[in-house]
């Protein structure tokens, strides 16, 4: 069991808002401080006061690009959050890179169970480990055709 | 409007529904908690209530989010594309807040109902 910092900030940016409140309740009752932003301009101006160690967004964020909130947090000198879990349903190895050079440090394929993202969240903020041996790092599967694969989380 | 025509593919329609259940047994969970921290501040007298009271919303809880698994599982597993109409469903579904947040999910309209904003009815048409 991972031991949690009580009160690290955590900013989840979904638009849906079951799994807002849903990721909001599990990531509360793990110790967390939940945030909570159903919009990109929402998720930002909460990155910027809040500071989370986490920001857990959703590739399908509405009223700006999930892209976009990456690349503002990317100019911002004042580095607003700690790290990016880039969560979705159509995450393709285009999407993946194209995050991991906008900062993502790891993704999650959706749908996915409230505690298989706290495990997540855990897991990255855990200290670092020693050097990985190579080729251990960023290992995307990629997604078939059809709908991606449920089990394709990537740490990058 | 909740519930007016709405269609979806069956995949996502297996989503919604997976995330909902994932909320609610969220709530159990948010519920058990609190009632254990109720626990050391009853009388002991009422504890084996209280803590029989505990142990069916964890079991609601494991009911909640192994139905919610199962709606996740079927999701990834459906693969045609058939549109269903779910909008006569959702007529079906009383709770405020709750057929506006599938109604939103399955992309229709919202009408920005919250949890707090009544007792849970809502009167669709």
Same mark, same amino acid.
């Given at each position: $069991?991972n031991m949690v910092q009580p009160g690290t900030r955590i900013?989840?940016?979904?638009?849906?808002?079951?799994?807002?409140?849903?990721?909001?309740?599990?990531? /509360?009752?793990a110790g967390y401080h939940?945030?909570?932003?159903?919009?990109?301009?929402?998720?930002?101006?909460?990155?910027?006061? $809040?500071?989370?160690a986490?920001?857990?967004?959703?590739?399908?964020?509405?009223? $700006?690009?999930?892209? /976009?909130?990456?690349?503002?947090?990317?100019?911002?000198? =004042?580095?607003?959050?700690?790290?990016?879990?880039?969560?979705?349903?159509?995450?393709?190895?285009?999407?993946?890179?194209?995050?991991?050079?906008?900062?993502?440090?790891?993704?999650?394929?959706?749908?996915? =169970?409230?505690? /298989?993202?706290?495990?997540?969240?855990g897991?990255?903020l855990k200290p670092?480990?020693?050097?990985?041996?190579?080729?251990?790092?960023?290992?995307?599967?990629?997604?078939?055709?059809?709908?991606?694969?449920?089990? =394709? /989380?990537?740490?990058? | 409007?909740?519930?007016?025509?709405?269609?979806?593919? &069956? @995949?996502?329609?297996?989503?919604?529904?997976?995330?909902?259940?994932?909320?609610?047994?969220?709530?159990?969970?948010?519920?058990?908690?609190? #009632?254990?921290?109720?626990?050391?501040?009853?009388?002991?007298?009422?504890?084996?209530?209280? #803590?029989?009271?505990?142990? @069916?919303?964890?079991?609601?809880?494991?009911?909640? +989010?192994?139905? !919610?698994?199962? @709606?996740? !599982?079927?999701?990834?597993? &459906?693969?045609?594309?058939?549109?269903?109409?779910?909008?006569?469903?959702?007529?079906?579904? +009383?709770? *405020?807040?709750?057929?506006?947040?599938?109604?939103? !999910?399955? *992309?229709?309209?919202?009408?920005?109902?919250?949890? *707090?904003?009544?007792? *849970?009815?809502?009167?669709?048409?």
């Open positions: $069991m900013l989840v940016a979904d638009s849906d808002r079951a799994v807002l409140e849903m990721l909001q309740i599990r990531l /509360d009752l939940a945030l909570a932003a159903r919009s990109g301009p929402a998720a930002l101006e909460m990155a910027h006061n $809040m500071r989370p986490i920001l857990v967004l959703d590739l399908a964020i509405t009223e $700006m690009s999930a892209f /976009d909130v990456m690349a503002a947090l990317q100019r911002d000198v =004042s580095r607003p959050c700690g790290q990016i879990l880039l969560v979705g349903k159509r995450l393709g190895v285009d999407e993946v890179k194209r995050g991991a050079a906008l900062g993502v440090r790891a993704c999650m394929l959706k749908p996915f =169970s409230g505690a /298989d993202l706290v495990e997540r969240v897991k990255m670092a480990s020693p050097a990985p041996s190579p080729g251990a790092g960023f290992t995307p599967r990629p997604a078939p055709a059809g709908r991606p694969s449920p089990s =394709s /989380d990537v740490f990058i | 409007m909740i519930g007016g025509e709405l269609r979806s593919d &069956v @995949a996502t329609t297996f989503d919604v529904l997976s995330w909902e259940l994932e909320l609610a047994g969220a709530r159990c969970i948010f519920l058990d908690t609190l #009632i254990g921290k109720l626990l050391g501040t009853v009388a002991p007298e009422h504890r084996e209530q209280l #803590i029989e009271g505990i142990q @069916a919303v964890d079991l609601l809880s494991q009911h909640l +989010t192994g139905l !919610s698994t199962f @709606a996740r !599982s079927l999701s990834q597993t &459906v693969g045609a594309p058939e549109q269903i109409e779910v909008g006569g469903a959702l007529r079906s579904v +009383t709770l *405020g807040a709750l057929a506006d947040r599938m109604t939103s !999910s399955f *992309g229709g309209d919202e009408a920005g109902i919250n949890d *707090g904003d009544d007792a *849970g009815d809502l009167d669709l048409f």
